[in-house]
Structure formats: structure tokens, C-alpha cells
Antibody, heavy 120, light 110 residues
Framework: EVQLVQSGAEVKKPGESLKISCKGS????????IGWVRQMPGKGLEWMGI????????RYSPSFQGQVTISADKSISTAYLQWSSLKASDTAMYYC?????????????WGQGTLVTVSS | QSVLTQPPSASGTPGQRVTISCSGS????????VYWYQQLPGTAPKLLIY???QRPSGVPDRFSGSKSGTSASLAISGLRSEDEADYYC???????????FGGGTKLTVL
């Protein structure tokens, strides 16, 4: 069974760093893109960026370029989303999702989501 | 402000047919496929329609998608209470080089 399993909820203070994960199983992790999507409380879906774990080719949405870092470790079939200095406005649910190809919306499985709360 | 425009809400009674619109531009819907997602309360989104009108296995044929020019629509026939959810359209945007979503439509089954 194809699955994307994300790390658990996080509560952080402004200025702290954070790295959340998304582990794939049941398919060839290196052959499909992984995308990240933000959903702020009570709001819609926002595309953050995408990575191809096979060669770590990474593309960011202009709105998130420089704000987050997307990476992957293909040896453990895991993609990551990280922040170096969190802000209260980063409070949101973050989803990883499988993407069949660059240049199309996601068609694959979604992770269950990781809730990030940033509060002093 | 989302790049794709959807009505914030829609409603219908059980058994009815409802449609949700999604309006874009030549850089997204006008030249690329439209996808639709359903998000039930407290859960991750789920793919409903891909490539304008294709249903993944397991999605009932009550759900259908269409596209014309720079707009698209999701139709749900034989409305059921379990269809109450948020619905999002999405497309690739050539100008932004990324996926763009609609703001979402909250469907209420009366």
C-alpha cells in the first residue's frame, strides 16, 4: 500500500528552527516528486514547492522561496520541510503529497498532515 | 487572494445536482489540466478529478468534471450528506511555474 506518513504535531516559539518529515512507503520513492502544501487555520490550500528525491531537484513557489527549505534523503525514503527561524504566521497544517510529474497538480497520496503551532 | 476563483459556498438537498465553478486565466486553466480535491472536515485533501474529467478508481461516478476555455466546473449529482466538505480546484500555472489552487468552496447538504 502506497503511504506518506508525516511526523507529529509541533509547538514552537518564534525564532526557533524546525524540520518536519514525510516518509514514503509502498512505492519507489526516488521515482516520484513530493510536494508540500500549506493550509493556514480556516484557510485554503497553498502550494509551497516540490522535490524529486531521485536527484534532489527542488523547485519553490515564489511565495515560499527563501522562507523554507525542502530536502530529501532517498536512503530512508523521507522528504523534509524546514524553517530556520519560525514566525507566528507559520502556524498552519502542512501536507506532503505525491506528484506524478513536474508541471501538474498532485495526483498521488497525501500525508496525514503535520500541525505546526508557533506561539510565544 | 487565490489565483483561481471559486464561490466560497454552495448548497443543495439530498438527491440534487450541484455544480462548483472555478475560473482562471490563459496561463493556468486555459492551457493546463484542472484537478479537483475534496477535503472532509479534519482530514487531508483527496483527489476527486484529474486531467479535467478523469476519476481515480474508487471515486463514484456521481462526481464529474469539465473545462471550457479558462473555466472549469465540478458537478455532483445525487447529492448525499457525506458529500458535505470543502472542494478545491487546482491547475499548473505557466507564469508562476507552480500549482495554483482555488480558494475552496464549502458545500453544505441541507
Amino acid at each position: 500500500e502506497v503511504q506518506l506518513v508525516q511526523s507529529g504535531a509541533e509547538v514552537k516559539k518564534p525564532g526557533e528552527s524546525l524540520k518536519i518529515s514525510c516518509k514514503g512507503s509502498g512505492y519507489s520513492f526516488t521515482n516520484y516528486w513530493i510536494g508540500w502544501v500549506r493550509q493556514m487555520p480556516g484557510k485554503g490550500l497553498e502550494w509551497m514547492g516540490i522535490i524529486y528525491p531521485g536527484d534532489s531537484d527542488t523547485r519553490y513557489s515564489p511565495s515560499f522561496q527563501g522562507q523554507v527549505t525542502i530536502s530529501a534523503d532517498k536512503s530512508i525514503s523521507t522528504a523534509y520541510l524546514q524553517w530556520s527561524s519560525l514566525k507566528a504566521s507559520d502556524t498552519a497544517m502542512y501536507y506532503c503529497v505525491g506528484v506524478e510529474d513536474y508541471g501538474v497538480p498532485p495526483r498521488g497520496n497525501w500525508g496525514q498532515g503535520t500541525l505546526v503551532t508557533v506561539s510565544s | 487572494q487565490s489565483v483561481l476563483t471559486q464561490p466560497p459556498s454552495a448548497s443543495g438537498t439530498p438527491g440534487q445536482r450541484v455544480t462548483i465553478s472555478c475560473s482562471g486565466s490563459s496561463s493556468n486553466i486555459g492551457t493546463n489540466y484542472v484537478y479537483w480535491y475534496q477535503q472532509l472536515p479534519g482530514t487531508a485533501p483527496k483527489l476527486l478529478i484529474y486531467r479535467n474529467n478523469q476519476r481515480p478508481s474508487g471515486v463514484p461516478d456521481r462526481f464529474s468534471g469539465s473545462k471550457s476555455g479558462t473555466s472549469a466546473s465540478l458537478a455532483i449529482s445525487g447529492l448525499r450528506s457525506e458529500d458535505e466538505a470543502d472542494y478545491y480546484c487546482a491547475a499548473w500555472d505557466d507564469s508562476l511555474s507552480g500549482v495554483v489552487f482555488g480558494g475552496g468552496t464549502k458545500l453544505t447538504v441541507l
